[in-house]
């Protein structure tokens, strides 16, 4: 499956519409963004379960402005809507298999426990 190109448009109905979705926030003068997209590309091949969506931070500088994009490239995951993972830096392909296989095993339930023993503690 090809990649997919967020816009404030169709943010939403991507992130809502689908189990597992990584984010690739990058910007068309970025030399680092320009060599992680072959990485992204290959692995949206590789795992056709999940949707791999980019952003381009200078077109869409809402989105970027909303997620605290601060450098680029930024990977962001999200499982059934919740942002699992965010980490700037291209990363290697055999690290972004890693991470893809790791999220998709994650326990979801688990983790919305986690979220909220964690705001019942906050306050």
């Not at 200078?58 to 994009?69: C, D, K, L, R, Y």
């Not at 490239?73 to 291209?90: D, V, Y």
């Not at 298999?97 to 326990?107: N, P, R």
Request: hydrophobic share 45%; charged share 25%.
């Amino acid at each position: 499956m090809a990649t997919v190109e967020l816009t404030k448009e169709n943010f939403e109905q991507i992130i809502t519409g689908n189990d597992m979705v990584l984010v690739d926030f990058w910007a068309p003068w970025c030399g680092p963004c320009r060599s992680f997209a072959p990485v992204f590309e290959q692995a949206a091949e590789k795992y056709p379960d999940a949707v791999f969506a980019k952003v381009n931070t200078e077109e869409e500088q809402e989105i970027a402005g909303h997620f605290q994009i601060r450098s680029i490239p930024t990977l962001m995951i999200f499982r059934e809507k919740i942002i699992i993972f965010s980490q700037p830096g291209a990363l290697p392909a055999s690290a972004l298999d890693q991470l893809v296989e790791q999220a998709s095993k994650l326990d979801m339930e688990q983790v919305r426990r986690d979220i909220e023993t964690q705001a019942s503690q906050a306050g």
